[in-house]
């Protein structure tokens, strides 16, 4: 009989007549009823099923701002190369300034931040 008892109750413990779930479990929160497609860990980050709706949306967004900023940026591009073209045609011929290498250098890491971006 007892024997019967304990595997009956199986992962339920049994303290002074009261059942209590074990660990794991999971419980609902009194007076609330479950939440819909997610768990009721209240330390769960999305409870919540995404909306592929939204989601999409928010690619879209993403996708949208991340081609504003390459546009931007590639104008950007196109100015400095102007200037640093500029900037040569006006040196002498074995002469470099500290501004035309600061340009070529700022020029490199815009070109590099651009190229990052274009890959993903």
């Not at 002498?92 to 035309?100: A, R």
């Given at each position: 009989m007892v024997g019967m008892v304990l595997m009956t109750s199986g992962a339920v413990g049994v303290s002074g007549g009261q059942?209590?779930?074990?660990?794991?479990?999971?419980?609902q929160t009194p007076g609330f009823?479950?939440?819909?497609?997610?768990?009721?860990?209240?330390?769960?980050?999305?409870?919540?099923?995404t909306d592929p709706h939204?989601?999409?949306?928010?690619?879209?967004?993403?996708?949208?701002?991340?081609q504003k900023r390459l546009v931007a940026d590639t104008d950007k591009l196109l100015e400095l190369a102007t200037d640093l073209k500029q900037q040569v045609d006006k040196t002498?011929?074995?002469?470099?300034?500290?501004?035309?290498i600061k340009k070529a250098e700022e020029i490199e890491k815009l070109a590099h931040s651009v190229k990052e971006r274009m890959k993903g």
């Open positions: 059942m209590f779930p074990t660990p794991g479990q999971g419980r009823p479950p939440k819909p497609g997610g768990s009721n860990n209240p330390a769960d980050p999305n409870p919540y099923p939204r989601a999409e949306q928010q690619e879209k967004a993403r996708n949208n701002d991340r002498d011929k074995g002469i470099l300034s500290v501004d035309v």
